[in-house]
């Protein structure tokens, strides 16, 4: 197994200027890597790859993975969606990550039809293909706030696409936003799973009521990533994942992967963020990535 921790509680709001910092943390609280989603990474290293190499193994860390949320059912977007997937793949392929996680098609008013469930799946299908060719693994990430944020359209989209060109990225906290059985969605795909996210999130402590007289009423739903009324993402085991009953399933699947915990947001400096989730994999679940076994972390849990 190894650990990782996504990129934006570093760079969220387009400030890439931290990536330096967020690198010299991820190693000092002995992550094994990092995920990045969004452009900065790949406009700034994609001509110079060995660079960035070179720079990863000055932190002892690896580049697990990267994002492509798409526009999928919008026709003139298409193509350049597809194109744009190339290069993140190509830019994979040249630095040593493993995963491609793809997701998209933005929640519309009405329900989505057969049909877009259909072109989705064949533009998954394309970038499966795409991965494949490059000797990457591309997986879908489910996510809230899209057309696929229910389990029907999703369990759908699963049937449409090919189990070996896309497999799937499940995210605790993007499922428990949804109407999703958590310990139900890891059993049914357990052999389709190829990455993960942990994330916690919890649904206690928010506020009720006019923030002023005559102000906005909150909870509402215009807040990040538009789940202000659905939840709070908090440091993992502070929320409402059932993380070990998830775990289990994992290893009983046999999966030795990546587990990124992709934290939008916290009320804590980055570092304490890091080493309250790093301590609940080691401490809580027995998750030890490949550094911990290097300095034999492993064997000390009783």
């Not at 039809?113 to 533009?123: P, Q």
Request: proline fraction near 4%; hydrophobic fraction near 40%; glycine fraction near 10%.
């Amino acid at each position: 197994m190894k650990i990782g921790f996504g990129a934006a509680l570093w760079v969220r709001d387009n400030h890439p200027g931290n990536f330096h910092r967020m690198l010299d943390e991820l190693s000092l609280e002995g992550y094994d890597g990092l995920e990045y989603a969004g452009l900065w990474l790949l406009e700034q290293y994609e001509r110079r790859p060995g660079e960035f190499r070179e720079l990863m193994q000055m932190h002892d860390l690896e580049f697990s993975a990267t994002y492509h949320h798409c526009e999928y059912l919008i026709p003139e977007r298409q193509q350049s969606e597809l194109e744009l997937a190339k290069r993140k793949a190509d830019f994979l392929a040249a630095v040593g990550a493993p995963v491609l996680m793809i997701d998209g098609a933005h929640k519309r008013p009405e329900v989505a039809t057969d049909d877009d469930i259909k072109v989705v799946a064949g533009m998954a299908n394309r970038m499966g293909e795409i991965g494949r060719e490059r000797g990457l693994t591309v997986a879908w990430h489910q996510h809230w706030g899209t057309t696929f944020e229910v389990k029907a359209t999703f369990d759908r989209l699963m049937e449409l696409t090919d189990p070996e060109l896309v497999k799937f990225c499940p995210d605790t906290g993007q499922l428990t936003l949804g109407d999703f059985d958590l310990v139900e969605t890891f059993k049914k795909y357990s052999s389709r799973i190829a990455y993960v996210h942990f994330k916690d999130l919890t649904f206690a402590g928010r506020p009720r009521g006019e923030l002023w007289p005559g102000g906005p009423v909150a909870p509402t739903d215009s807040g990040a990533y538009h789940v202000d009324s659905r939840g709070r993402w908090v440091e993992l085991g502070r929320g409402a994942v059932n993380f070990p009953a998830v775990y289990r399933i994992l290893l009983e699947a046999g999966y030795d992967g990546w587990i990124v915990d992709d934290f939008d947001f916290t009320g804590y400096s980055v570092r304490e963020s890091l080493a309250a989730c790093k301590a609940y994999l080691n401490g809580a679940l027995g998750v030890y990535g490949r550094r911990d076994r290097a300095k034999g972390l492993s064997q000390s849990r009783g």
